[in-house]
Nanobody
Framework: QVQLVESGGGLVQPGGSLRLSCTASGFTFSSYAMSWYRQAPGKERELVATITNAGSSTNYANSVKGRFTISRDKAKNTLYLQMNSLKAEDTAVYYC?????????????????WGQGTPVTVSS
C-alpha cells in the first residue's frame, strides 16, 4: 500500500534552516506530482509547494517563494523541502502528499495520500 513517511522537522530559531524529507513507497514515485502542505494551529491546511513527476517544474505559495525549495530524488523515492530564512509564521505541521496526476494542475482535486506529518517550530 502507499506509504509516505516524513522526517526532519524540529525546533529552529528565526532565520534558520531545516530540510524535510519524505520517503515514498507502494506506488511508482516517478509518475506522480508530489506536494508539501502545512497546517498551523487554528488554521486550515495550505499548499506550500508542488513538483511535477519528473521534477522539471515547481510551484510555491507566495509566502514561501524564494525561501523554500522542493526537490525529489527518483533513485531514492524521496521528496525534499529545503526551508531557509525561517520565520515564526512558518510554524506548522508539514505534510507530504501524493497528487493524483503528474502536473501541478492535479493539486486542484487534492491529494489522494498523505503522510503523518512532521512538526516545525520556529521560535527563539
Amino acid at each position: 500500500q502507499v506509504q509516505l513517511v516524513e522526517s526532519g522537522g524540529g525546533l529552529v530559531q528565526p532565520g534558520g534552516s531545516l530540510r524535510l524529507s519524505c520517503t515514498a513507497s507502494g506506488f511508482t514515485f516517478s509518475s506522480y506530482a508530489m506536494s508539501w502542505y502545512r497546517q498551523a494551529p487554528g488554521k486550515e491546511r495550505e499548499l506550500v509547494a508542488t513538483i511535477t513527476n519528473a521534477g522539471s517544474s515547481t510551484n510555491y505559495a507566495n509566502s514561501v517563494k524564494g525561501r523554500f525549495t522542493i526537490s525529489r530524488d527518483k533513485a531514492k523515492n524521496t521528496l525534499y523541502l529545503q526551508m531557509n530564512s525561517l520565520k515564526a509564521e512558518d510554524t506548522a505541521v508539514y505534510y507530504c502528499a501524493k497528487e493524483k496526476g503528474s502536473t501541478y494542475y492535479s493539486t486542484i482535486s487534492g491529494p489522494d495520500y498523505w503522510g503523518q506529518g512532521t512538526p516545525v517550530t520556529v521560535s527563539s
